[in-house]
Each structure stands twice: as structure tokens, then as C-alpha cells.
């Protein structure tokens, strides 16, 4: 089912205002102007909560539209990562792009969106930090996270509420200033073996692209899920031979 067809199965007649109260604040705003009067149907829609997946699409999308705005020059690698990651139907494909446009050009800065998805996630800490490498493979397309990204990107992480080992953790995974795949697993290096195998478990079960098809969100989240497990189970596979055990012998 598409996107903005999950808008649709809100229904009740509700045009882009209703719409925007469903999910509220900056990103209920935008997600009423670019839907506009196109949902039709069911009695009581307002009474329901937006789906997941649009609350969550929106949010990335707009989040990485404030990034483009922030480091001032927008590439075609990045706009091709971006439409890489938000993996929408070709018939939605323009009111994706004005998603974006529409957040680029609004007054509201990006903390209000990351504040706003972060109390919606706050629940599922794992699926902002879906949000957080999405955003980070979209600024490191052109070859680097640039300084003016990384900075957008801690403001992101401070919103969500991580703090900062966890937003350096995360990081790791896309910034190789130490190659560190410690920092990946976000462990000590002196961690002994039985603690680096139960970090290593606990975000697997944490990360797994499963999570993000059980909660139903979009194909973008899953396939941020599955970069970032490779990312961590590689760092583990990593660790496992430095050791000097083989890292088939984990599981």
C-alpha cells in the first residue's frame, strides 16, 4: 500500500487541516499542506491516530530537507540518496518532493521537527536512530559528512534526547575519524568477551530490520535497519578477529 494511501485509509472527509491535527505541530503541518483534500471515507477519523510510517516518512523527509537547507548547497548525490532512502510509488514521487521542498522553505527550524519526532519515538529509541542514519547516509553521499551536517546532526541526536555517547556511537557507523569498531558497538576497548557477545546481541535484537516491519513502517526504515545491522555485525566480526577468535564461533 502506498504512502498516501495510509493517509487516505484515515479518511472522514478530512482535508490537509484535519490531517495536521491528527499528528499535530510542524510535522502535522506539513503533512496537511501536502495532502491537502484528498482523504475521503471512514466515520470518526479524528479519532485516530496517523499511521506510523507518515509520521515517521515526515519526519525524515523533512529533517533531511532542513539538513540541504543548513550546509547551503544541495548536490545530485545527496538528492539521489535521499531518493534512495525514502522509497516511495512513482505517482507519489511529487508530493514527496514537495514534502521537502515545502520543509526547506518553512520558518520553523529543525529542532521542532526533531523535538516533535522524538516524543512520538520516544518509546522506540531505535527507530530515530533509523532517522539519525538516514540522515547521515543522505550527507555523507558526496564522499564526507561535512562539518556544517555534523553539527546538524548532534542538534538532531540532542533533540531525540540521546546523549553523547550514544549520538558517537552512531556516528561511528557513517564518520570513520577513528575507524573504531569498538565506538561502533559503542563498548570500551578493554570490554571482555562475554560483555562485547551480549552488546553485540542487544543491538542486533535492538536494530534488526524485523523491528521496523512489526511496527509497519516504510520500506526507508527497513532498509536503513539493514545497513545499520550490517554495520554493526561487521564491527562485532571485526573485534571477533582482532581477538583472535573467529567470528563464526559468536553465534
Known amino acids: 500500500m502506498a504512502l498516501f494511501d495510509k493517509l487516505g485509509g484515515l479518511g472522514g472527509k478530512v482535508g490537509g487541516a484535519g490531517i495536521g491535527f491528527l499528528v499535530g505541530g510542524p510535522l502535522g503541518a506539513l ?12 466515520e470518526g477519523a479524528l479519532m485516530r491516530p496517523a499511521p506510523r510510517e507518515v509520521v515517521f516518512t515526515t519526519g525524515l523527509v523533512a529533517l533531511a530537507a532542513k539538513m540541504a ?13 535521499f531518493r534512495r532512502i525514502v522509497t516511495v510509488e512513482e505517482s507519489e514521487r511529487a508530493k514527496i518532493d514537495a514534502l521537502f521542498d515545502l ?5 520553523e527550524g529543525y529542532e521542532a521537527y526533531a523535538r516533535q519526532l522524538g516524543q512520538l519515538f520516544r518509546d522506540e529509541p531505535a527507530m530515530l536512530e533509523n532517522v539519525l542514519d538516514g540522515l547521515f547516509l543522505i550527507a555523507a ?18 533533540a531525540f534526547g540521546f546523549d553523547e555517547a550514544r549520538f558517537e556511537t552512531i556516528a561511528a557507523r557513517h564518520v570513520r575519524l577513528a575507524d573504531d569498531p569498538y565506538a561502533v558497538l559503542g563498548v570500551a576497548r578493554d570490554v571482555d568477551d562475554a560483555a562485547l557477545k551480549q552488546a553485540w546481541r542487544r543491538l542486533v535484537a535492538e536494530h534488526h530490520p524485523d523491528r521496523a516491519i512489526a511496527h509497519g513502517l516504510p520500506p526507508e526504515a527497513i532498509a536503513i535497519a539493514t545497513r545499520r545491522l550490517a554495520a554493526v555485525n561487521a564491527a562485532y566480526e571485526r573485534i571477533r578477529a582482532e581477538r583472535g577468535r573467529s567470528p ?3 553465534s
Not at 503533512?31 to 471512514?42: E, Q, R
Not at 520543509?103 to 520558518?107: L, V
Not at 562539518?147 to 540532542?158: H, I, N, P, S
Open 69 to 81: 537547507k543548513a550546509d547551503g548547497v544541495v548536490l545530485a548525490v545527496e538528492i539521489e540518496a
Open 248 to 250: 563464526k564461533a559468536a
Open 141 to 158: 553521499a558526496d564522499g564526507a559528512v561535512h562539518e556544517k551536517e555534523y553539527r546538524f546532526l548532534q542538534g538532531v541526536g540532542t
Open 31 to 42: 503533512i496537511g499542506a501536502v495532502a491537502g483534500h484528498w482523504l475521503v471515507d471512514a
Open 103 to 107: 520543509a526547506s522553505r518553512t520558518s
